[in-house]
């Protein structure tokens, strides 16, 4: 019996001594108007009711620096005045096989050809940040929205942003909308120092905007896009591809009320929930989907705070938010 007991002991022993598994929680990254200072963060233990975590997690540095620029946007040289303003909008992270997370985001509304980059173990330390020249020579006058997905297949990670065009390049389906006309680009990078030269990404032929990419299984990719053509559209849509760098097929469904934009899914169980920024509304919406061709409506079982604009969601280990707490008590104590 003694020798039973011992080495139930010892097991028991063993056992607490193993690391225990972390449960998956989800962080939510935003900013606030007028995006001037800096990354906010939301989270989750559900996917679906989210919390704020007080205060700014990265508080932009570069941007535009200079009194005024052109605008490219029409055919004409138009001089259009922005002052100097670092400015964060559309936060975009993922996080990297060795743990490392990346975060890409927009620098300006206009003038800015690149798009800001810094990078973080535990989302309280970043590094230095970067802007990186992705439209640099080329004929528009942004780069808005940059999302970043990792491509474990490829080993490499993808961003994907817009940017207008000409006038004189508009189509048909172009002119159905009022105001200016974007496509969607891509790059790829293995170590945020080389990056392959921009290329043409989803082009459906009209102005489109927000492509967010994502992996629903083997071969099995889907972008979420939003037509930006108003008054009218404005409103979201996906396309598929057994490649994240495509082609993508053929459009599903609207889902999204019109004047929605800014769309991110995450994967709760076994649905995707597409959360969208309804900004005429001032409000988040969201839907659940299987196979991103049939979607329902579940705007009353979520939850996010007022003022939480255009970002991404990823799942993390709930280490990462029990440090993203303490971090924020911190900061609070030393402000009584």
């Known amino acids: 019996m003694q020798k039973f007991i011992l080495a139930t002991v010892a097991l028991l022993t063993v056992a607490c001594s193993l690391p225990q598994s972390e449960r ?24 679906y009711r989210w919390d ?28 259009t005045k922005f002052y100097p303003q670092s400015m964060m909008r559309d ?9 490392v997370f990346h975060l890409v985001w927009t620098l300006g509304w206009a ?7 810094a990078s973080s173990k535990d989302l309280i330390t970043w590094s230095e940040q970067r802007r990186i020249p992705v439209m640099e020579g080329q004929k528009t006058n942004n780069v808005w929205a940059p999302e970043i997905f990792y491509d474990e297949v490829k080993g490499h990670f993808m961003i994907v942003w817009s940017s207008s065009i000409l006038p004189v390049d508009y189509t048909e389906a172009d002119k159905l909308g009022a ?39 083997e071969g099995e990719y889907v972008t979420i896009v ?32 019109t004047y929605s934009e800014g769309a991110c899914a995450v994967q709760v169980g076994e649905e995707w929930l597409i959360y969208f920024d309804a900004y005429k509304q001032y409000r988040f919406g969201a839907v659940a989907t299987k196979d991103f ?31 993203l707490k303490a ?6 104590s030393l402000n009584e």
């Not at 929680?25 to 963060?41: C, N």
């Not at 936060?91 to 743990?99: L, N, R």
């Not at 008054?231 to 889902?255: I, M, N, Q, R, W």
């Not at 971090?327 to 609070?332: F, I, Y």
């Open 24 to 47: 998956d929680v989800y962080l939510f990254t935003g900013f606030r108007e007028p995006a001037l200072d800096g990354l906010h963060l939301l989270y989750s233990y559900d996917g």
């Open 52 to 79: 704020s975590l007080q205060g700014v997690w990265l508080t932009p540095r570069i941007g535009n620096q200079q009194p005024e620029y052109y605008n490219h946007h029409s055919e004409q040289m138009e001089q």
């Open 91 to 99: 936060p975009s992270i993922t996080q990297g096989p060795d743990g």
């Open 111 to 117: 003038g800015d050809l690149g798009f800001g980059y």
């Open 179 to 217: 105001n200016g006309c974007h496509r969607m680009y891509y790059t790829t990078t293995k170590d945020f120092v080389d990056f392959s030269p921009a290329a043409p990404f989803y082009d459906p032929g009209f102005n489109s905007i927000d492509g967010f990419v994502l992996k629903k299984g």
């Open 226 to 257: 939003k037509d930006n053509r108003k008054p009218g559209y404005s409103d979201l849509f996906c396309v598929t591809a057994e490649d994240a760098e495509g082609p993508y097929g053929h459009p599903s469904e609207k889902f999204a009320p």
């Open 293 to 323: 061709k049939t979607f329902t409506p579940i705007d009353s079982l979520i939850s996010v705070p007022a003022g939480h604009k255009h970002g991404t969601i990823v799942k993390v280990k709930e280490s990462v938010l029990e440090a």
């Open 327 to 332: 971090e924020e008590a911190r900061r609070a």
